[in-house]
T-cell receptor, first 113, second 114 residues
Framework: AQSVTQLGSHVSVSEGALVLLRCNYS??????LFWYVQYPNQGLQLLLK??????LVKGINGFEAEFKKSETSFHLTKPSAHMSDAAEYFC???????????FGAGTRLFVKA | DTAVSQTPKYLVTQMGNDKSIKCEQN?????MYWYKQDSKKFLKIMFS???????INETVPNRFSPKSPDKAHLNLHINSLELGDSAVYFC?????????????FGAGSRLTVL
């Protein structure tokens, strides 16, 4: 069975500060990993995905994530937060031969002026 | 053009009623899904169809019945609505059924059961 755990249901940063959202996964097979973002009253949109091509994955809006197999982690980072980054962020996992994408509980990012 | 569109966006109804949510995608994807997002934002898959065939049916009460008339449409009908059914229901689609396939989500349908 696969699962993801997102550490911290809420993260607050100041505008211009580093954003770090943590995700750990559990999978008995090589995983595919994703970060999605949900803005208020909208559906989820893909930020980036890991498919084993490269451990450091760059996404949209300046976000990136690094796959660390030894730590079973896929943390999301952005060097400098912008007010528009305030949203709910979801880490997700799936696998070859798997039929579904499993989502973490989400982390709400607050950005202070 | 909206890639994955759901109707209605908001639904307020009484306990015991029956309601439907419709979903259409114009991406040419083969697979469609229904996810339920509860008040704590937790997302749980309910159903998935691949080329009109049901491939995922999570532990969902029989009151929920999905129907896929063609691969571009996946509707959700809910009988005898209960308070606990209040949630946001998201339709999504992907190009294929598994692996590194990205999900494209609709904007959601917020169901409130009174």
């Amino acid at each position: 069975a696969q699962s993801v755990t997102q550490l911290g249901s809420h993260v607050s940063v100041s505008e211009g500060a580093l954003v770090l959202l943590r995700c750990n996964y559990s999978s008995s097979v090589p995983p595919y990993l994703f970060w999605y973002v949900q803005y208020p009253n909208q559906g989820l949109q893909l930020l980036l995905k890991y498919t084993s091509a490269a451990t450091l994955v760059k996404g949209i809006n300046g976000f990136e994530a690094e796959f660390k197999k030894s730590e079973t982690s896929f943390h999301l980072t952005k060097p400098s937060a912008h007010m528009s980054d305030a949203a709910e962020y979801f880490c997700a996992v799936s696998s070859t031969g798997g039929f579904k994408t499993i989502f973490g509980a989400g982390t709400r990012l607050f950005v202070k002026a | 053009d909206t890639a994955v569109s759901q109707t209605p966006k908001y639904l307020v109804t009484q306990m015991g009623n029956d309601k439907s949510i419709k979903c259409e995608q114009n991406l040419g994807h083969d697979t469609m899904y229904w996810y339920k997002q509860d008040s704590k934002k937790f997302l749980k898959i309910m159903f998935s169809y691949n080329n009109k065939e049901l491939i995922i049916n999570e532990t969902v009460p029989n009151r929920f019945s999905p129907k896929s008339p063609d691969k571009a449409h996946l509707n959700l009908h809910i009988n005898s609505l209960e308070l606990g059914d209040s949630a946001v229901y998201f339709c999504a689609s992907s190009q294929a059924v598994s692996g590194a396939n990205v999900l494209t989500f609709g904007a959601g349908s917020r169901l409130t059961v009174l």
